[in-house]
């Protein structure tokens, strides 16, 4: 099968689409056959050695895709031709990929595959941070740094339709359309955010701050924050990883919340299910509709990772597969 390889550790650039045996199926295992894969931040980290899983060279990247079963253990709950997301967290950049039936979730047949590959790492690492890590409710005021890209606008979606005014950060002009799309009621531009937020918000400030951003932020996004307000840290695309003073938690009672997605569910992978149970009448309802931005063809691999490490992605960036 032709697949997308990381073999050596020299970033985007160094991925090579190869021809490789397909996936063994073990007597657990469901098989995949990929239409689109998903590309997250995590895999440009992977190209360079800088995330905290490293497999062996070589290997193949890809943490979500979507597809159609070519078979499924018994007592699975899947059978051969059902449509699928999946969640195979290494593999998916491939035409065939072999993944936990824990890690498989049926698709509504009103979803696109190209929505079925943007959910799973995104909607699944949202839903933790603002649901059980943030103790989002009805009425908050959500701010989303990173508001264009795939994680800003699946937070941008679930907040919305969880019932919470979501306003946006953006890099620049040309990422607002994208933010809006997402279901944004405002949407500000990252330079100079803390004043707009304040005026948006009548001097109040927000009850919970998604950041997959970090970096020179940071602070003011601490002083965005109403009395009691929670700062969701899930990742650095910004490259820098913030310190904080803590004693500016005093001062308005605020929080900085860790959301390590993966950290939690690995103990117990029975809670992804319990997710996607949670998030499917919201995707049934259409009210999580990912944003999907630019497709590349598997063989410009290396141009979908420059596309979010370069950061020009404006929505969901993907593969397509076949």
Avoid: C
Avoid at 167 to 193: H, M, N, P, R, Y
Avoid at 230 to 250: A, M, S, Y
Wanted: net charge negative; proline share 7%; hydrophobic share 45%.
């Amino acid at each position: 099968m032709r697949a997308v390889q990381i073999t050596s550790l020299a970033g985007p650039s160094a991925l090579e689409v190869a021809t490789i045996d397909e996936p063994a199926a073990g007597p657990d295992s469901v098989v995949v056959d990929v239409h689109v894969a998903g590309v997250t931040f995590p895999e440009v980290l992977q190209s360079r050695g800088e995330y905290q899983v490293k497999p062996p060279l070589p290997f193949v990247p890809g943490s979500e895709v979507a597809g159609v079963v070519r078979s499924a253990p018994e007592g699975s709950g899947l059978s051969a031709g059902q449509r699928v997301a999946a969640f195979p967290g290494l593999g998916g950049f491939a035409e065939t990929v072999a993944v936990s039936p824990a890690m498989v979730f049926p698709l509504p047949d009103a979803v696109t595959f190209e929505a079925g590959a943007s959910l799973p790492m995104n909607y699944l690492t949202v839903h933790f941070g603002l649901v059980r890590r943030g103790q989002l409710k009805a009425g908050d005021t959500v701010l989303v740094h990173g508001a264009a890209g795939g994680v800003g606008t699946a937070a941008v979606q679930l907040a919305s339709a969880l019932g919470a005014r979501v306003i946006a950060v953006v890099s620049s002009d040309e990422k607002v359309g994208t933010a809006k799309a997402a279901g944004a009621d405002e949407v500000v531009l990252a330079d100079g955010f803390k004043d707009a937020v304040k005026g948006l918000t009548g001097g109040r400030g927000v009850d919970i701050v998604v950041d997959p951003v970090g970096g020179d932020r940071f602070t003011d996004s601490l002083r965005s924050l109403a009395r009691e307000g929670r700062l969701l840290v899930i990742g650095f695309t910004g490259g820098e990883i913030p310190q904080v003073k803590v004693n500016r938690l005093l001062l308005n009672n605020i929080s900085v919340v860790g959301v390590g997605w993966g950290a939690f569910w690995m103990p117990q992978p029975s809670y992804l299910q319990e997710q996607w149970a949670d998030l499917l009448p919201l995707i049934e309802a259409g009210k999580l509709d990912p944003v999907v931005g630019r497709s590349f063809p598997l063989e410009r691999a290396v141009d979908a990772l420059l596309e979010l490490d370069e950061r020009r992605a404006a929505g969901k960036v993907l593969l397509s597969v076949r």
